[in-house]
């Protein structure tokens, strides 16, 4: 079973700079797209960005298009997203996932994304 560890997040102001990291394990990371989400409480699961297997497809929400950056080290099972210029509106419980796929999925709502981690909270204050 495939599991997956966020971290990163914290408290962070207005236009401030943090990088969530997803350490995943269980199967071969090198080979499935891997992708990030967000929620607040009340709210549906948002799509933020993804990635494919070997790195060099990206495809990103346009609510952070040029502020974020999704990233991944298959030698390390790792996966990254910095995020620069925050917004208050960034703040929710940000998820690393992880597809059952080589590629990501753009015509539906998870992208391809099969497993979930726990989640990792960001507060960007005004």
């Known amino acids: 079973q495939v599991q997956l560890e966020d971290s990163g997040g914290g408290l962070v102001q207005a236009g401030g700079s943090l990088r969530l990291s997803c350490a995943a394990s269980?199967?071969?990371?090198?080979?499935?797209?891997m992708g990030w989400f967000r929620q607040v409480p009340g709210k549906e699961r948002e799509f933020v960005a993804v990635?494919?297997?070997?790195?060099?497809?990206?495809y990103y929400a346009d609510s952070v298009k040029g502020r974020f950056t999704i990233s991944r080290d298959n030698a390390k099972n790792t996966m990254y997203l910095q995020m620069n210029s925050l917004k208050p509106e960034d703040t929710a419980v940000y998820y690393c996932a992880q597809g059952s796929r080589n590629y990501y999925a753009t015509g539906s709502k998870d992208y391809g994304m099969d497993y979930w981690g726990k989640g990792t909270l960001v507060t960007v204050s005004e």
């Open positions: 269980g199967r071969t990371f090198s080979m499935y797209a």
């Open positions: 990635i494919n297997w070997s790195g060099d497809h990206t």
